[in-house]
């Protein structure tokens, strides 16, 4: 392969669209590199995702040089995914804005791009934190324009600022001491590297680096990543949701926009232009993340909200199933539904929650749940579908509420969302449905149903941690209760289970309700029933085969 001494349209796509399959191909080991207890949306699939987007757009677009980076800036802008692809998609961007303004890319010009989009990622950022990608990327610009300012070729540029980004990244521990804390470099520092990486290849030859396959951080150093003291500047734990919608505002209400988050939340990464933005925040504040658009005019879409302290690896299998087609929504309608006076759009995960939701009579159900979140495009079709005139969501997760509520201005249908958080309260809600009663009586009734019910789950902690019932290993089972946090830790699930179960029933409840999973087992049902029937002798206990993932059993108690 022949050096090239200019980067012209047809090396610049090779460089992206070798950029994507080079980050695919090493996205294990950036999400290994991720310091949260739990996963957090994972660094490399969500460059990985990004890049997808970029690579689908730039590829339906004419082989020009304006087309390309026109296609370029804006699959970034669109298709960015958390808050390392948000910041990727604005070096994207710099890189093509920068690009597009010149008929050849030589090593001054590759030098111009590189510091436009570390510029442009620092400005994207409300309060940047050194020892992240923003300090890799700008420390490689650098030195990227000190190597052009002797008049140093493409390739050398190139290489030039990647050795300086290797160098780093390697400091980047000694600048966050999280990372240091976890034993590992930066994951969004380490993915753009393999920018430069793929740059080399194309303009160089230079072979690509393999993917790594070392261990990440220990559950030790987790451990004491997650109870950092925030006084060190970066507390990972301390913001439960990431919060990312485009946003549609004009461009001079951004910056009381950036400061409206900044009130609520960290890890704020705004980008776009024009009256177009995408918008991304970690919070404990899903609704004032939402308002704070409204607020200022604003017209928030595409909204996604992920539950950071309940994602887990197996969802995100899910999630790229969705980028190859697969449909994640089933809809109960159409022909032969009866006319009522209001239906009901419940999301629930579990083929044996569906069919429990459609004997309760159940119009439409969306499949969805925790780190499964349905978008709102997707309960809009499922409302227009029912067979009524008023409609009631019962999106049984805090993550889908805010979805939900974007409904009602969509459709000509009257839309109430009765704000159930789990699977159990959407029961106890269905107990009390009349379809011949109007949506404001029936949401009456269900909030005062839902409010007599106290919820919990049982799951596996896939990061090591602490908490108030304990220290959690890796693998270990934990059992939480819905507004109070975990409750019960233990090795094996009946253990986590039957605490769990206790603390549930210990203010007096009547009734116990059981739904199983897909991981459960008759053996444990059994064992849990027994518990119950010894030591809670007054309590009636109904078991529900729900069928969903990763919770192998759901209660209720009321």
Request: charged fraction near 20%.
């Amino acid at each position: 392969m022949p050096t090239l001494e200019r980067l012209d349209v047809h090396a610049l796509r090779a460089v992206v669209t070798t950029f994507r399959d080079t980050v695919a191909a090493h996205s294990g080991g950036l999400n290994r590199l991720n310091v949260y207890p739990v996963p957090d949306g994972d660094t490399g699939t969500n460059m990985a995702r990004t890049l997808d987007a970029v690579v689908t757009e730039m590829e339906s677009a004419p082989e020009t040089l304006d087309a390309t980076c026109d296609a370029i800036s804006h699959g970034s802008l669109m298709g960015a995914r958390g808050n390392s692809g948000v910041i990727l998609s604005q070096i994207l961007r710099g890189l093509a804005t920068t690009i597009k303004s010149q008929a050849e890319t030589t090593g001054a010009r590759f030098a111009d791009a590189l510091g436009a989009a570390a510029t442009g990622a620092y400005q994207a950022v409300l309060r940047p934190i050194e020892g992240t990608i923003l300090t890799v990327v700008r420390e490689s610009a650098e030195a990227a324009r000190e190597a052009a300012d002797r008049d140093a070729g493409l390739v050398e540029v190139i290489r030039v600022a990647r050795e300086a980004g290797r160098a780093s990244l390697a400091r980047t521990p000694e600048l966050l001491p999280v990372l240091a804390d976890a034993g590992v470099v930066d994951a969004g520092g380490a993915g753009y590297l393999l920018l430069l990486d793929s740059a080399l290849h194309v303009v160089d030859g230079e072979p690509l680096p393999e993917p790594d396959e070392t261990e990440g951080p220990s559950a030790e150093a987790l451990a004491a990543v997650a109870h950092r003291d925030s006084a060190d500047g970066l507390d990972v734990s301390e913001q439960r949701y990431e919060v990312m919608y485009l946003l549609d505002l004009v461009d001079e209400n951004i910056d009381a926009f950036k400061q409206a988050w900044g009130a609520i939340g960290d890890s704020i990464v705004v980008v776009g232009g024009d009256g177009l933005w995408n918008c991304h925040v970690h919070t404990n504040e899903i609704g004032a993340a939402i308002e704070a658009a409204l607020s200022l005019d604003g017209r928030p879409r595409e909204i996604r909200v992920t539950d950071l302290f309940s994602e887990v690896a197996e969802e995100h299998e899910k999630r790229e199933a969705e980028m190859t087609g697969e449909r994640h929504t089933r809809t109960r309608a159409g022909g032969g539904l009866p006319r009522v006076t209001t239906a009901i759009v419940a999301v629930c995960s579990g083929d044996g929650l569906a069919e429990l939701f459609s004997n309760l009579r159940v119009q439409g159900i969306v499949t969805g749940g925790q780190t499964l979140n349905p978008s709102t495009a997707e309960l809009l079709e499922t409302v227009d579908r029912v067979n009524a005139d008023q409609v009631i969501i019962l999106p049984n997760n805090k993550n889908i509420i805010p979805v939900a509520e974007q409904v009602d201005a969509l459709t000509s249908r009257t839309v109430i969302v009765v704000p159930t958080v789990s699977m159990p309260e959407a029961l106890a809600a269905l107990i009390v449905y009349d379809p011949e009663s109007d949506a404001d009586e029936n949401a009456a009734e269900m909030v005062d149903a839902i409010a007599s019910v106290t919820t919990g789950e049982v799951t596996r902690a896939v990061r090591a941690s602490r908490s108030d019932a304990g220290d959690i290993a890796e693998g270990d089972w934990i059992g939480i209760t819905r507004g109070e946090g975990i409750a019960s830790v233990a090795p094996d699930v009946v253990g986590a289970a039957l605490t769990l179960v206790d603390g549930l029933l210990a203010d007096g409840a009547e009734l116990l309700t059981v739904i199983t999973g897909a991981d459960a087992t008759p053996a444990v049902t059994a064992e849990i029933e027994g518990h119950v029937a010894a030591v809670h002798p007054e309590v009636q206990i109904e078991v529900h085969r729900g069928g969903q993932p990763l919770y192998p059993y759901l209660f209720g108690a009321e």
